[in-house]
């Protein structure tokens, strides 16, 4: 059963075996004995111990671990021995040296730190140049380059630098921070260079750039191989680092300037907000509902970028356990949110209702009907069902509006012997009866003066109302043997429902149509000679666009562009850039 006893070294509290502590305190002793005349003597051994503490708490699994003496051992073979080093000020002079290293001399690998005794700003610029092997002021000019060209979007990266990497306070992390091995030999060094201003005799020696060369002179063949092959993989892991931090904080910036753009957009009245208020079902805020989804996509995309930052920076701060639990809340509240918005937005449109109003007009079989759309200039200046779905207007006495421009027109015959007028209007929400609410609040107008008929073309509702897919149809039943006349403004909202046409819909507008056995019969379209029954079988038709005669080979079309002939083997074309013959051997 062996004795332990609690230690602060650094500040930081250890449990150590009573054996290991006896090795330590006289390795620290005859450390301190070894700097009795040496200028900085305490700094040099506060360094030291600070340095010996975070050996010692990398090696320790939880508070209660006792630090053994196999763990001072290591320490010490790390340190080195106070004998091995010359720690007389002889070690700074311009004269010959020998190497005075432990035989156990570690190499350190650089970690990125901030370098605020070499700062203008926050020591980021300086850190990556200790870190990547560059100069400082090339480091500056690459930050402010990338600011420019990225409008900004740097400047947002080097404050997350500043905040997430850790300044290099003491002088292990000093030398870590430059690659030198953190021992007696090199802390006493750093410290000595602050009291003497001797920097560039220290920056002469590179014993990190010597000892590589001694080391590499050692070097197998393999170990050379598995070197190179460890250096690709970390530039291929760094280059992932860098572009998951461009992805992340690209991403981060293009969202707070969404929510700010369209957060804010309905308490600064940004144009283009109404549409958003009219398609929000869940009448949830514009605001909240931009805050839920800059946590729900932004908070994924931070931790890639801290994931980034991670793989480019080994000893980068964590965010701690609280703000990682608290981002994760954020994310989960935020989507679920999101998804209670979603479902409330659809069961918006899950049921849809018909308002129908039913009007017969003096109009008989033996009578012409005169049809138009009516368009109304101060709410739009385009015409047409399909040139504007719906927008936000205001009327005469400035009350707000939805304008829409689904109004369909449709033909039907009738037995009836007065044709008749049937407007439906047709809207959607959460339940039928709501739903049928918003249908009997669509305001649709026509007007029947003799016979002629004109049609709104469009409808408009109060913008309360909201966008819920308002349309209205118009259906014209017309008696056996009546004619109309369908303006050529009627094209966009005509749909036939009648199953056989003398021809396409848009050639009936502008022609006195017939209603003759349940088909629209044109009497003033221009004859057709046709002595086949449809375009795919052999024969010669004639109408206004030319002469076309085909057989089961070959086909020969005459008319305004030119002539063009065509059979399986060889093809004729003649027109005003002259004659073109092709074959299949072509």
Same mark, same amino acid.
């Given at each position: 059963?062996?004795?332990?006893?609690?230690?602060?070294?650094?500040?930081?509290?250890?449990?150590?075996?009573?054996?290991?502590?006896?090795?330590?305190?006289?390795?620290?002793?005859?450390?301190?004995?070894?700097?009795?005349?040496?200028?900085?003597?305490?700094?040099?051994?506060?360094?030291?111990?600070?340095?010996?503490?975070?050996?010692?708490?990398?090696?320790?699994?939880?508070?209660?671990?006792?630090?053994?003496?196999?763990?001072?051992?290591?320490?010490?073979?790390?340190?080195?021995?106070?004998?091995?080093?010359?720690?007389?000020?002889?070690?700074?002079?311009?004269?010959?040296?020998?190497?005075?290293?432990?035989?156990?001399?570690?190499?350190?690998?650089?970690?990125?730190?901030?370098?605020?005794?070499?700062?203008?700003?926050?020591?980021?610029?300086?850190?990556?140049?200790?870190?990547?092997?560059?100069?400082? $002021? *090339?480091?500056?000019? !690459?930050?402010? %380059?990338? /600011?420019? #060209?990225?409008?900004?979007? @740097?400047? =947002?990266?080097?404050? +997350?630098?500043?905040?997430?990497?850790?300044?290099?306070?003491?002088?292990?992390?000093?030398?870590?921070?430059?690659?030198?091995?953190?021992?007696?030999?090199?802390?006493?060094?750093?410290?000595?260079?602050?009291?003497?201003?001797?920097?560039?005799?220290?920056?002469?020696?590179?014993?990190?750039?010597?000892?590589?060369?001694?080391?590499?002179?050692?070097?197998?063949?393999?170990?050379?191989?598995?070197?190179?092959?460890?250096?690709?993989?970390?530039?291929?892991?760094?280059?992932?680092?860098?572009?998951?931090?461009?992805?992340?904080?690209?991403?981060?910036?293009?969202?707070?300037?969404?929510?700010?753009?369209?957060?804010?957009?309905?308490?600064?009245?940004?144009?283009?907000?109404?549409?958003?208020?009219?398609?929000?079902?869940?009448?949830?805020? $514009? *605001?909240?509902?931009? !805050?839920?989804? %800059?946590? /729900?996509? #932004?908070?994924?995309?931070? @931790?890639? =970028?801290?994931?980034? +930052?991670?793989?480019?920076?080994?000893?980068?701060?964590?965010?701690?356990?609280?703000?990682?639990?608290?981002?994760?809340?954020?994310?989960?509240?935020?989507?679920?949110?999101?998804?209670?918005?979603?479902?409330?937005?659809?069961?918006?449109?899950?049921?849809?209702?018909?308002?129908?109003?039913?009007?017969?007009?003096?109009?008989?079989?033996?009578?012409?009907?005169?049809?138009?759309?009516?368009?109304?200039?101060?709410?739009?200046?385009?015409?047409?069902?399909?040139?504007?779905?719906?927008?936000?207007?205001?009327?005469?006495?400035?009350?707000?509006?939805?304008?829409?421009?689904?109004?369909?027109?449709?033909?039907?015959?009738?037995?009836?012997?007065?044709?008749?007028?049937?407007?439906?209007?047709?809207?959607?929400?959460?339940?039928?009866?709501?739903?049928?609410?918003?249908?009997?609040?669509?305001?649709?107008?026509?007007?029947?003066?003799?016979?002629?008929?004109?049609?709104?073309?469009?409808?408009?509702?109060?913008?309360?109302?909201?966008?819920?897919?308002?349309?209205?149809?118009?259906?014209?039943?017309?008696?056996?043997?009546?004619?109309?006349?369908?303006?050529?403004?009627?094209?966009?909202?005509?749909?036939?429902?009648?199953?056989?046409?003398?021809?396409?819909?848009?050639?009936?507008?502008?022609?006195?149509?017939?209603?003759?056995?349940?088909?629209?019969?044109?009497?003033?379209?221009?004859?057709?000679?046709?002595?086949?029954?449809?375009?795919?079988?052999?024969?010669?038709?004639?109408?206004?666009?030319?002469?076309?005669?085909?057989?089961?080979?070959?086909?020969?079309?005459?008319?305004?562009?030119?002539?063009?002939?065509?059979?399986?083997?060889?093809?004729?074309?003649?027109?005003?850039?002259?004659?073109?013959?092709?074959?299949?051997?072509?």
């Amino acid at each position: 059963m062996n004795k332990t006893v609690n230690i602060n070294l650094a500040g930081i509290f250890f449990h150590i075996d009573e054996d290991a502590y006896l090795k330590l305190q006289r390795y620290l002793e005859a450390i301190k004995r070894s700097f009795t005349d040496s200028q900085g003597r305490s700094e040099i051994v506060a360094d030291i111990e600070a340095r010996i503490a975070e050996l010692f708490n990398e090696r320790v699994k939880n508070d209660k671990q006792v630090i053994r003496i196999q763990e001072v051992d290591e320490v010490i073979s790390i340190m080195g021995q106070p004998e091995d080093y010359l720690v007389d000020d002889e070690i700074f002079e311009d004269e010959p040296q020998k190497a005075y290293q432990s035989h156990r001399q570690s190499t350190t690998s650089k970690k990125l730190f901030r370098d605020t005794d070499n700062s203008y700003i926050g020591g980021v610029s300086s850190g990556l140049g200790h870190y990547l092997g560059v100069d400082a $002021i *090339w480091m500056r000019l !690459l930050w402010i %380059l990338l /600011a420019l #060209g990225t409008g900004g979007t @740097f400047i =947002f990266i080097y404050i +997350l630098f500043w905040i997430l990497v850790p300044e290099a306070r003491t002088t292990a992390e000093k030398l870590t921070m430059t690659g030198e091995p953190v021992n007696i030999s090199n802390i006493e060094k750093k410290i000595k260079d602050g009291f003497d201003n001797v920097s560039e005799a220290v920056k002469s020696i590179d014993l990190p750039k010597h000892s590589s060369k001694i080391k590499s002179s050692s070097k197998t063949f393999f170990d050379t191989l598995g070197d190179l092959i460890m250096f690709i993989f970390k530039i291929f892991a760094k280059f992932i680092g860098i572009m998951l931090i461009l992805i992340g904080a690209s991403t981060l910036i293009g969202l707070i300037i969404a929510f700010f753009s369209v957060g804010v957009a309905d308490v600064i009245e940004i144009p283009g907000i109404d549409f958003l208020e009219a398609t929000n079902a869940a009448n949830v805020p $514009i *605001w909240l509902m931009s !805050l839920m989804l %800059l946590f /729900a996509i #932004g908070i994924p995309f931070f @931790f890639l =970028f801290y994931l980034g +930052l991670k793989i480019l920076v080994n000893n980068l701060k964590s965010i701690g356990s609280i703000a990682k639990f608290s981002l994760f809340g954020l994310w989960l509240m935020a989507l679920i949110g999101l998804i209670v918005i979603g479902v409330k937005q659809a069961s918006e449109y899950a049921e849809d209702a018909i308002v129908q109003r039913t009007e017969t007009m003096n109009i008989t079989a033996k009578d012409t009907l005169y049809v138009s759309m009516v368009h109304n200039n101060t709410f739009s200046k385009q015409f047409g069902r399909n040139s504007s779905q719906w927008r936000p207007i205001y009327d005469e006495n400035d009350r707000k509006l939805l304008y829409l421009t689904d109004v369909e027109l449709i033909l039907k015959p009738t037995k009836d012997t007065v044709a008749s007028i049937r407007i439906d209007k047709n809207s959607r929400g959460n339940t039928y009866q709501n739903a049928k609410i918003r249908a009997e609040k669509i305001n649709y107008n026509y007007k029947i003066v003799g016979n002629r008929l004109e049609l709104d073309g469009y409808l408009t509702t109060a913008f309360k109302n909201k966008f819920r897919d308002q349309e209205v149809e118009i259906t014209l039943y017309l008696p056996e043997g009546t004619v109309l006349f369908a303006d050529q403004n009627t094209h966009s909202f005509h749909r036939n429902r009648y199953s056989h046409s003398t021809s396409s819909d848009s050639k009936l507008k502008g022609h006195y149509l017939q209603m003759v056995n349940e088909e629209m019969k044109c009497l003033d379209c221009p004859e057709e000679f046709d002595l086949n029954i449809d375009n795919d079988t052999p024969g010669i038709r004639i109408n206004e666009n030319g002469i076309s005669i085909k057989n089961d080979t070959d086909t020969l079309e005459i008319n305004q562009d030119g002539i063009k002939s065509s059979s399986n083997r060889v093809k004729v074309n003649i027109d005003s850039n002259g004659i073109n013959i092709t074959t299949d051997n072509e």
